[in-house]
């Protein structure tokens, strides 16, 4: 199962374009804060994404897919609340629908993703990934 503690690892290992970006997290938090940190991660992705630097985009799904099938509770939480909410909240914030990032997703996070739009949109009767 992949830990608390592992998290950030694997979504740097997917992206390393960030790994600047995380080293100076852990200088200033250590591998703690990483709700802060799948923030600043997103806000990375949005760059990539409005430059054209969509290349490690792939291995992120990939990475994001693990978190939450082979994750802890706590990981899969943070999957879904710090990554994926993450990303729809900083994205929607710009002039790029964050709805471009789902081809990227595995089964599992399309799924906890689509969760998370029906709770935004006020339907927050069913929100658990589909089976």
Known sequence: MIEQNEAMQILVEACPSFEDQWKQHVEAY?????????EAFAAHLLDRFQTGYTEEFSAIGTAIERLHTD?????????TVGVLEGIQNVW????TSPEVF????????????????????GDA???AAES
């Not at 250590?30 to 799948?38: H, K, P």
């Open 102 to 121: 789902v081809p990227f997703l595995g089964p599992k996070s399309q799924s906890w993703w689509r969760g998370l739009n029906k709770f935004w949109s």
């Open 71 to 79: 994750g802890t509770p706590w990981v899969q939480e943070f999957a």
């Open 30 to 38: 250590g591998n703690d804060v990483l709700y802060a940190a799948a």
């Open 125 to 127: 009767s069913n929100v």
């Open 92 to 95: 929607s914030h710009s002039t």
